[in-house]
């Protein structure tokens, strides 16, 4: 279901087809998945990231002064690979896993606008656990837009909007259960 979205294009699939319930896929992923505490730069000064990462595929990737190194596909992402692909229609090389703990972590405002991504990047953003906002603000109306992120749906970002558009996951007051989040993109 398209969403609309001035200078950008989203799709919206309330729930993706697996062949697991999704509080069982988000058990999986927790405890399947190499997770790592990365530090970033960010204006210069180096931080702790607010959540836990994990980077698979087939090419490095580079951001924020952080370069992950791949690990292959394990069995269970190469399936949460083929569902995110049959339900966008794109092929997607690596996938960037987010790990919210809590409320207390998130993303800061950003564009996934590397340049190996290509100058229009299809980004097939997948969520498992609680459910939390996800902010868009334009980067130059400052026009915001706010979409709850549920358990099991998936958001495709592309076209224009890694160009035009920043995202981020902003921290809540609210007690908030774990959350992963799994980016699927495209390395060229």
Request: net charge positive.
């Amino acid at each position: 279901m398209p969403i609309p979205l001035p200078d950008g294009e989203l799709g919206w699939l309330q729930q993706l087809p697996l062949p697991w319930p999704n509080a069982e896929v988000l058990a999986r992923l927790i405890h399947e998945t190499a997770w790592r505490e990365e530090t970033v730069l960010v204006y210069g000064k180096r931080h702790l990231q607010p959540r836990l990462s994990a980077w698979y595929g087939d090419a490095a990737y580079r951001y924020s002064g952080l370069t992950l190194a791949p690990a292959p596909f394990t069995p269970l992402l190469e399936t949460i690979r083929a569902a995110v692909q049959e339900a966008t229609g794109r092929d997607y090389n690596s996938v960037l896993l987010n790990y919210y703990r809590n409320e207390r972590d998130s993303m800061g405002m950003h564009a996934d606008d590397e340049p190996e991504l290509g100058r229009e990047p299809a980004i097939a953003s997948l969520s498992f656990g609680a459910e939390r906002v996800f902010v868009l603000r334009h980067k130059r109306s400052k026009e915001t837009l706010r979409l709850p992120l549920t358990d099991g749906g998936l958001l495709l970002m592309s076209g224009q909007t890694q160009q035009n558009w920043l995202h981020g996951i902003n921290k809540t007051r609210k007690p908030r259960g774990p959350r992963i989040n799994l980016t699927f993109r495209k390395i060229r």
